[in-house]
């Protein structure tokens, strides 16, 4: 067991996905893997392991931001020996050219966080990326499905409610959308050199004021669950 994830060794699959919230990992496990079984409890968060056309496969609820997301991240790889971390969650639009339920996927994650500038003692800038990999089949396979998607820079945003955000200037540089965890998962994959990739659907827009509900953010993103699958499926053939 880990501080934060009471499963033994072997309960957790190489493969995990991480979506924040835990009742999100329950939807998955109970939709999307067969003979699902749960291995943590520990403070609500979620986690079970079940297979996909025949490959074990994990999904953990990481809660909300990188603090949390990066706790989760580093206990699967460095006590579990997850080797491929997939976010799957969802994330605001600052481009207008995205629309609602839209995919997104992560090539890169710019932050406002200070994660980086205390990991390299203010010597540099890190630039958090997704896995080449990942990102190749999860394009590739989204196009095949004839879904909606975007490849670029998201913002890993520190806080929520940011009125001082400069969502303009940020869509200008390409900029994408913002969420909360994915540059701390890119981090702690760097670190460990294994395989990280987010995909996130459009929940709302910064830019129209459209949005879905919260019951629609936990049931009804399903081809980000199966582009995540199958990119994690493909990438380890």
Known sequence: MSTHINAQKGDIAEIVLLPGDPLRAKFIAENFLEEAKQYNTVRNAFGYTGNYKGVPISVQGTGMGMPSAMIYSEELVQDYGAKILLRVGSAGAINANLKIRDLVLGQGATTDAALHRNIFHHQVEFAPIANFDLLKAAHNIALEKDLPVHVGNVLSSDRFYNDELDKEKLAQYGVLAVEMEAA????????????????????????????????????????MIEVALEAALQVTK
């Open 184 to 223: 701390g998962i890119y981090s702690v994959a760097a670190k460990h050199g294994v395989k990280a990739l987010a995909i996130m659907t459009v929940s709302d827009s910064l830019v129209t004021g459209e949005e879905t509900t919260a019951e629609e953010r936990e049931k009804t993103f399903g081809d």
